[in-house]
């Protein structure tokens, strides 16, 4: 079946600096990937998300990069501040025909931003 | 306000000791779905509905059962809990259609089985 391996588990940088989570996938059918944010004691929120016919998308800080060739795509945050301190989730999913709403989620990034 | 409520939030039981987990959204969302969340595992999904009457199991079903007898309710049910099944665990909606893998989270109940 489809699976999504996830790295780092942890990461750790200062503020202002760039954080990178990478995300590889198995599943070539795949076509869609989000990514979520878990701060701590609270429920997955999606932050971004993108489609296998795009290679990248920016929503101000953040970014997502997808090479379907290699079947990697990641996440970029910059000049991250405290707030971005969580657990990312990425994940991969089919749309389409079939589509049960389903995603394989990768293993988590606990990312750490030190002040 | 547009929310999937879980309860309880939190549990503590024994082993063996029948317990539901409830799951409730107001979106009119036909697709549901549970999640456990364990350390380095990330979420796998249990089990999974397409709408009413309509259910099947995910990568990780053994130990659960659910129903889906209206719409807007999805309860887990672990007819005979044992340890592995301590866990945190999140109910997920979403609308049929190209945005049914747009997943909106429940706040998570976290269990415990001693």
């Known amino acids: 079946g489809e699976n999504v391996e996830q790295h780092p588990s942890t990461l750790s940088v200062q503020e202002g600096d760039s954080a990178v989570i990478k995300c590889t996938y198995s599943?070539?059918?795949?076509?869609?990937f989000p990514w979520y944010k878990q701060e701590l004691g609270k429920r997955p929120q999606l932050i971004i998300d993108i489609r296998s016919n795009v290679g990248e998308k920016k929503d101000q800080r953040i970014a997502v990069t997808l090479n379907k060739t290699a079947k990697h795509f990641s996440l970029h945050i910059t000049e991250t501040q405290p707030e971005d301190s969580a657990v990312y989730f990425c994940?991969?999913?089919?749309?389409?025909?079939?589509?049960?709403?389903?995603?394989?989620f990768g293993q988590g990034t606990t990312l750490q931003v030190k002040p | 306000e547009a929310q999937v409520t879980q309860n309880p939030r939190y549990l503590i039981t024994v082993t063996g000791k029948k317990l539901t987990v409830t799951c409730s959204q107001n979106m009119n969302h036909e697709y549901m779905s549970w999640y456990r969340q364990d350390p380095g595992l990330g979420l796998r999904q249990i089990y999974y509905s397409m709408n009413v009457e309509v259910t099947d199991k995910g990568d990780v079903p053994e130990g659960y059962k659910v129903s889906r007898k209206e719409k807007r309710n999805f309860p887990l049910i672990l007819e005979s809990p044992s340890p592995n099944q301590t866990s945190l665990y999140f109910c997920?909606?979403?609308?049929?259609?190209?945005?049914?893998?747009?997943?909106?989270f429940g706040a998570g109940s976290r269990l415990t089985v001693l």
């Open positions: 599943d070539s059918a795949s076509n869609y």
């Open positions: 997920a909606s979403s609308i049929a259609g190209p945005r049914a893998n747009v997943l909106t």
């Open positions: 994940a991969a999913s089919k749309r389409g025909s079939g589509n049960t709403g389903k995603l394989i």
